[in-house]
């Protein structure tokens, strides 16, 4: 993925990225097959959709207008956030795409290195409007106020008790360490999109604590999901009838609790993901 | 819908009109809990998205250009034909909401009237491309040949056959007589995008027989599907628990012969619906 992308390529895939996460059924979380609390499936897809053309004009507006007019064009569609954490992560991505030159990731270095004070004003007012709650109290820089640090400078202060926040400061290492690698993997051996979606899933899972289970029930319990995902993947090879009941029994546990373990941080990133390797297979 | 829609947001209103109808419940075709056939939901998800640029540009390019470009965009994603007979139906709707003045309804029929030998050129290709099976063959100018008359002209010579070819020469009398209306009433009774799609499916289908299922089954079991779904509305209030029983029977009967009887001209028609019903409400 060196090439440079039109404004139409980038808004298409990254549709689809959000598409493809939501569809996909992963245990705890929204799916083609489960409705989400006071959220539709269907809201995620007009969410998925309305995204966008603000993601496609990412390469001329920058990261911040890009994340407050995406949220803004959801809300003129949808009534609960539904897709904040995710646009938070498309959108430097969607920039870099716009970019020539280097490899993506180098291409993303450089654009989160250059994000403003503006940025985090957007970004700010964007959460604001999201209002996706829980996100925490912070000391410095909180998001009720107006920030005086540069977008990356606030990321790094939330950096954490949220990865997606970390990313910006990591150059998105979790989404190019695990859930990339994971998915590349997966799409390799012929899965197809949903099945490639899960493996990615549970393989950042296993891995990395959900930060939004963290926020809402704690530490412990974010460890102990990611407990579980460990022992859903040593269950039995992708696609084993022992790994399907595996991941079956998980997504009873996470669901019991009035959907309060729910892995959306994860969810996010392997959307991220999916924007990746999208590009890489067209 | 008076208004003149700019290119990104007839895309996104074709993105949506797509997503939904094919996420919606539906007797007898994919829906979100159903694949279909050789084709996944996940197909679907991405035609849905990959026609979006090309029927943003419908106001600039024309109908017969707008067809072959989205049918070229969706097979590079997606190998099976998922979206030909929506794209029909879309491109001239797509055209005329890039048009102002009039009404949508007295918009589409200037731009029905105005259709081209040109359009019918890139039409035939793009019906080649999508090769959907099953078209039928026809004694006078057949899509394996190029056409010498204009698109409605030749939409006019299949209309006997095809709901969508008879919706060129009506003005889209089916879309706006029966789906649209429909649609609107149960979206005014405050239903939600899946079962609003579900009423304005099971009124088509109880009135028009569905033409793709008469290509391949015969006149006869079209018309046994209708009266089928005459009985399926006729059983109860939407949402009670007769009708809903009434859907899930239709349903699993329209199954049973390897989905050769899908309603697949039914819910295209629906998908039109969607698009001009979507621009009402907002």
Known sequence: MTLVLSPSEIALRAQAACLLEVAAAKPGNVSRFRDFGDTSFEDFLLSAVAIGAALGAAGATGVGETVLTAVRDTRRWV??????????????????????????????????????????????????????????????????????????????????????????????????????????????????????????????????????????????????????????????????PERARAVDAFDSELREDANRLNPGTTADLVAAALFVVLGEER
Chains 1, 2 share one sequence.
């Open 79 to 240: 009534s609960a956030n539904t897709n904040l954490g995710i646009v938070l992560l498309l959108a430097p991505l969607a920039r870099a795409a716009a970019d020539g030159g280097a490899p993506l990731r180098g291409r993303l270095s450089r654009v989160l290195a250059g994000l403003t004070v503006a940025d985090a004003r957007a970004v700010y007012a964007a959460i604001r409007l999201a209002a996706p709650g829980g996100l925490g109290h912070a000391d410095a820089q909180d998001v009720r106020g107006e920030p005086t640090v540069t977008l990356r400078e606030a990321m790094g202060l939330a950096a954490g008790r949220d990865t997606i926040a970390r990313e910006y400061v990591t150059d998105y290492e979790v989404t190019f360490g695990l859930a990339v690698p994971a998915l590349r993997r997966a799409r390799g051996s012929g899965f197809g999109w949903s099945a490639a979606t899960l493996e990615s899933y549970l393989s950042v899972l296993a891995e990395v604590p959900d930060t939004f289970i963290a926020r809402k029930r704690g530490q412990e319990a974010a460890r102990a999901v990611s407990d579980r995902a460990r022992e859903v993947l040593a269950a039995g090879e992708p696609r084993s």
